[in-house]
């Protein structure tokens, strides 16, 4: 596998674009349009909040036919908590993009995000619409990046080639995501493609599996939002073989999409709003994976860990609080944790101050792994997240000023 650098990104059979329409009144790019010159087979992962958004309740829909060709997000409006018309907007939309695009309406998804409870200015959509077609090029992944972003801070890309099949194929995708971050799913928007060809339930299967190990392994705050969904199409313009469930060439392009989602999400943490560290968390030791990721994202959630992070302080006590409380199967005296290269804890009991001042200056840097050994078993799970900043407060008391 070879991970490539985005400056030069590019996916056989995709086109895209991005551009200001005018529903951000700072005059950022606010819209953005992906299309696969044919049918692709189409999956998709979607927000588990009980409040959903138009664009969520809509594609969930129409993702059940497997198939699609177009994607259009807007960005500065989440078009959520906006009953019948937030629906009818969500399908003008797709009706406006298939139009422009001649292809047929149920071809189109949308996704939007941004301030709940507002409608979408829907002439500006369609104008935006029109002005994004005549742009499209194989080469716009940097403005469709760009005009998804909310709180953002930088635009997240990611791809990967591999030989599958004797052909080498691409995978490749944007995403937005800054606060408001946490499994099932978050804040956060994910289109991915690839030009593998490949069925749309064993990309169903193959996504799910992926977003397990990334973007619903990540938490910035705790806050599950109404509008998250990542969205994955394969159009087979690479010319493979269609994959088959379980052989070598799947497991390759497993791993790709599974690079490709992993880069993505810790993208997210580590534009999380007002963050100074990004954070790696293993927990190992537990009777499955289910236990081990669980332990690991209640430390990740506990405010005190990450407000101690911020402060760069190796208060051990509050990561063994959060695994007391996480309701995984542990037993203090029989617990390690390891900051850095640092044992801060060894069968529940602290090392000394020698060693807090050690693990103290690992938390001086961006990135820090934390290691938890919980030696109940052989299992074990990754989170990512970051730290509690005062400049999070600051985003978050203003976000709709």
Not at 95 to 111: D, H, N, T
Not at 217 to 232: F, H, K, Q, R, Y
Not at 276 to 302: C, D, N, W, Y
């Amino acid at each position: 596998m070879r991970i490539l650098d985005t400056k030069n990104l590019t996916v056989p059979g995709f086109k895209v674009w991005g551009i200001h329409c005018g529903i951000k009144k700072d005059g950022r790019k606010d819209l953005a349009l992906i299309v696969s010159d044919r049918e692709a087979a189409v999956a998709g992962v979607f927000t588990q909040n009980r409040v959903k958004a138009a664009p969520v309740l809509f594609d969930m829909a129409r993702i059940r036919s497997g198939k699609g060709q177009a994607v259009v997000v807007n960005s500065g409006c989440a078009n959520a908590c906006t009953g019948k018309r937030g629906l009818v907007d969500a399908r003008t939309t797709a009706e406006a993009a298939a139009a422009e695009l001649g292809m047929r309406s149920e071809a189109v998804y949308v996704a939007s995000t941004g301030v709940i409870g507002e409608y979408l200015p829907m002439p500006k959509v369609r104008i935006g619409i029109e002005t994004s077609v005549g742009l499209l090029s194989s080469s716009g992944w940097d403005q469709a990046a760009e005009a998804i972003m909310t709180t953002d801070i930088y635009p997240k890309l990611a791809m990967v080639q591999e030989e599958i099949g004797g052909k080498t194929v691409t995978v490749a995708g944007i995403a937005k995501g800054s606060g408001m971050i946490h499994p099932n799913m978050a804040t956060m928007l994910g289109i991915i493609v690839t030009d593998a060809l490949v069925a749309a339930p064993l990309l169903k299967k193959a996504l799910r599996d992926s977003v397990e190990r990334s973007f619903n392994a990540i938490t910035i705050d705790g806050e599950t939002s109404t509008n998250d969904m990542v969205l994955c199409m394969a159009n087979g313009a690479g010319g493979n073989r269609k994959l088959a469930a379980g052989s070598k060439d799947f497991k390759k392009f497993q791993a790709c999409l599974d690079t490709v989602a992993q880069s993505l999400a810790t993208q997210v943490v580590r534009d999380g709003e007002g963050a100074t560290k990004f954070v790696e968390i293993t927990v190992r030791g537990t009777k499955t994976p289910k236990a081990a990721k669980e332990a690991a994202m209640a430390v990740a959630l506990s405010p005190l860990v990450k407000t101690a992070l911020f402060g760069e302080d190796a208060n051990w006590g509050r990561i063994m609080a959060a695994l007391g409380h996480s309701g995984v199967d542990m037993d203090e005296a029989k617990t390690d944790i390891t900051i850095g290269k640092m044992k801060l804890v060894e069968k529940g009991l602290g090392q000394g101050k020698a060693a807090e001042k050690d693990a103290a200056a690992a938390l001086k840097q961006r990135d820090i792994k934390i290691l938890i050994d919980l030696h109940k078993g052989k299992a074990e799970a990754t989170v990512w997240t970051c730290d509690y900043s005062n400049e999070y407060i600051k985003i978050n008391a203003a976000y709709r000023s």
